[in-house]
């Protein structure tokens, strides 16, 4: 069983930096797939960043070039690190493991993911 906690959310003015942090415990969590999914109030949620057991990532668009995603394996965490916060960033941002391989064009789907943290908010101010 894998178990997720995330932490790092709040409140943050546009242009802005924060860093969420995920903690995982379970025997596999090490050889998940881990993500950072994010959903906004009335819309689906959505991936953020993902990176695979071997080291693959991928990035939503909208975020490209402003969030890095990384892990500390000896530490079971998981990381997200977001510069150049907008507004539009708000949301409750969770972190997800998933199965060790996930074929890159559905990496970012949120339904390939099983495990799934409670979730941390972070609101950007204009």
């Known amino acids: 069983q894998v178990q997720l906690v995330e932490s790092g959310g709040g409140s943050v003015q546009a242009g802005g930096s924060l860093r969420l942090s995920c903690a995982g415990t379970?025997?596999?969590?090490?050889?998940?797939?881990k993500g950072w999914f994010r959903q906004a109030p009335g819309k689906e949620r959505e991936g953020v960043a993902v990176?695979?057991?071997?080291?693959?990532?991928s990035y939503a668009d909208p975020v490209k070039g402003r969030f890095t995603i990384s892990q500390d394996v000896d530490k079971n965490t998981l990381y997200l690190q977001m510069d150049s916060l907008k507004p539009e960033d708000t949301a409750m941002y969770y972190c997800?493991?998933?199965?060790?391989?996930?074929?890159?064009?559905?990496?970012?789907?949120?339904?390939?993911?099983?495990?799934w943290g409670q979730g941390t908010q972070v609101t950007v101010s204009s």
């Open positions: 997800a493991a998933g199965p060790s391989y996930i074929r890159e064009s559905s990496l970012l789907l949120p339904g390939y993911y099983g495990y």
């Open positions: 379970g025997y596999t969590y090490r050889y998940n797939s």
């Open positions: 990176i695979r057991s071997d080291g693959k990532t």
